[in-house]
């Protein structure tokens, strides 16, 4: 399995209050996402980074940033969490260098619920 | 990125072959077939993915028509395990750069290994 891990696993926060959730490669990828998955919508992209300090917005980005300080670690952030954004969120890498296919791994999933 | 179209259920007895159908009749040439799975509450997996010669690896195989426009994924000998949810995307494959290769998943195909 591709080294993912993502922090915390699960949480339970208030409407109103700031949340980051930490994504982190032992992998040395390039490109990273973060996704939510919700019944009925599948996996929807939030953002995405192709390096250290580049970033751009995925299809549902309304509510969440994101920063990439270093190679590793693709942090997401709700600045004011809101129970639109319970879901499970998911961490993805890929782009293996030598590799031309640039499959997704993806991490276990943070189950976040916001009341 | 292609559209694709999967049956959202099958059912198969353990030990026989497993054949999940997807249907992408608008592939473009430089489009490539990808295979994930998701079991219940995990991240998905990456199975296979191929561009036009059939490829075999040691999840499974998947079978493009000589049209492209649908492909097979067959795993050979379906367990317990393998019940999941699978999903057939169509996308270019990254190429660098800021290129960032978007997952786009449907609903999938729930396919039910049954003892």
């Known amino acids: 399995d591709a080294g993912i891990t993502q922090s915390p696993r699960h949480k339970v926060t208030e409407t109103g209050t700031p949340v980051t959730l930490r994504c982190h490669q032992t992998e040395n990828h390039r490109y990273m996402y973060w996704y939510r998955q919700d019944p009925g919508h599948g996996l929807r992209l939030i953002h995405y980074?192709?390096?250290?300090?580049?970033?751009d917005k995925g299809e549902v980005s309304d509510g969440y940033s994101v920063s990439r300080s270093k190679t590793e670690d693709f942090l997401l952030t709700l600045e004011s969490a809101t129970s639109s954004q319970t879901s499970v969120y998911f961490c993805?890498?890929?782009?293996?260098?030598?590799?031309?296919?640039?499959?997704?791994?993806f991490g276990p999933g943070t189950r976040l619920t916001v009341t | 990125d292609a559209k694709t179209t999967q049956p959202p259920s099958m059912d198969c007895a353990e030990g026989r072959a497993a054949n999940l159908p997807c249907n992408h009749s608008t592939i473009s040439g430089n489009e490539y077939v990808y295979w994930y799975r998701q079991i219940h509450s995990q991240g998905p997996q990456y199975i296979i993915h191929g561009l036009k010669n059939n490829e075999t690896n040691e999840m499974a195989s998947l079978i493009i028509t000589e049209d492209r426009k649908s492909s097979t994924l067959i795993l050979p000998h379906a367990t317990l395990r393998d019940t999941a949810v699978y999903y057939c995307?169509?996308?270019?494959?990254?190429?660098?750069?800021?290129?960032?290769?978007?997952?786009?998943f449907g609903q999938g195909t729930i396919l039910t290994v049954h003892p």
């Open positions: 980074s192709y390096g250290v300090k580049d970033t």
């Open positions: 995307i169509v996308r270019v494959a990254a190429a660098g750069g800021t290129s960032y290769g978007k997952l786009t």
């Open positions: 993805a890498i890929s782009g293996t260098s030598g590799r031309t296919s640039y499959e997704q791994y």
